[in-house]
C-alpha cells in the first residue's frame, strides 16, 4: 500500500510560480512511477507529468512542457511538481499518483492518488 499526500497548492497571478509537493508512505518508493495529474470542473481528470521508477527521465503534457518540472527524492519518498509561468488555465485540483512499473499517462493504470491540492490562477 501506498498512501500519498499533496501540498503546495494556492492562488496566485498568470505568470506566478508554485511548488507542488507529493509525500509517499511505504518502503518501495523506489518501485513506483509517480504523475502528476489535474482535474477541472466538468472535465475529466488529465495528465500534467510524470517520472518513471526506472530513471529520472521527466515526460510531461504537451499544455505544461517548458512550464513545469517533474523531480523524485527517493530518499525523502517525495515526488514534487515545479510549475512556473502560470497561467488561468492552469487552475485546478492537482493530484498525485502512483503505479508500479513504467510510467503511463493513463489515469486507469495508477492504483495509489492522493486526495489532491488545490491550484488557482487569475488573470
Known amino acids: 500500500q501506498v498512501q500519498l499526500v499533496e501540498s503546495g497548492g494556492g492562488s496566485v497571478q498568470a505568470g506566478g510560480s508554485l511548488r507542488l509537493s507529493c509525500a509517499a508512505s511505504?518502503?518501495?518508493?523506489?518501485?513506483?512511477?509517480m504523475a502528476w495529474f489535474r482535474r477541472t470542473p466538468g472535465k475529466e481528470r488529465e495528465f500534467v507529468a510524470a517520472?518513471?521508477?526506472?530513471?529520472?527521465?521527466?515526460y510531461y503534457a504537451d499544455s505544461v512542457k517548458g512550464r513545469f518540472t517533474i523531480s523524485r527524492d527517493n530518499a525523502e519518498n517525495a515526488v514534487f511538481l515545479e510549475t512556473n509561468n502560470l497561467k488561468p488555465e492552469d487552475t485546478a485540483v492537482y493530484y498525485c499518483?502512483?503505479?508500479?512499473?513504467?510510467?503511463?499517462?493513463?489515469?486507469?493504470?495508477?492504483?495509489?492518488w492522493g486526495r489532491g491540492t488545490q491550484v488557482t490562477v487569475s488573470s
Open positions: 499518483a502512483a503505479k508500479l512499473g513504467g510510467w503511463s499517462a493513463r489515469t486507469n493504470d495508477y492504483n495509489y
Open positions: 511505504g518502503r518501495t518508493f523506489s518501485s513506483y512511477s
Open positions: 517520472t518513471g521508477w526506472s530513471s529520472t527521465k521527466p
